[in-house]
């Protein structure tokens, strides 16, 4: 079961990270940004290496790293039971902000204005740009060598 486990790691490792940022649309694709996160998250930390075109992971501390991000995530939500949802979001946009660079023209990176806060939360969501956190040089860069390739599986399924 250890030996199939590792196998998982790998698997899921590389379908966050690479999958989900790069195929579907850009427009509000959050599947992409939790990919995008979980890569900057491991870069940031020293896990996860690219440079000249090579990439290498530090398998004996990615375990540590992910459950760090877990970590972060879920005292994120165990604080919202004692939040407003507007203060939440907020607080869910700072920890991704902190890690994956939002887009320079974004309203919530700059402060959304008081007639935003003291709204409904409709306001809160037309804020957000389609593409509040663009893909990072890294992703542009692997998306232009990629696009060829994962156009062509489209429509591709496995068989029982």
Known sequence: MLEKAKLVQYAVLFDRVFRFALTGSRVRNYDGLGGQLLFAWLHQRGVLHWTDVSLAIEWDRLPDAVVELGDAIDDLYWRSIDRPKTVHWLAAYELV??????????????????????????????????????LSMFFEALDKKMANVITSTAGIRGTD
């Open 97 to 134: 902000s902190k890690t994956v660079t939002p887009h320079p023209a974004s309203k919530w990176n700059r402060g959304l204005s008081d007639e935003i806060l003291a709204g409904p939360p409709k306001g809160f969501t037309d804020a957000v740009l389609d593409d509040e956190f663009p």
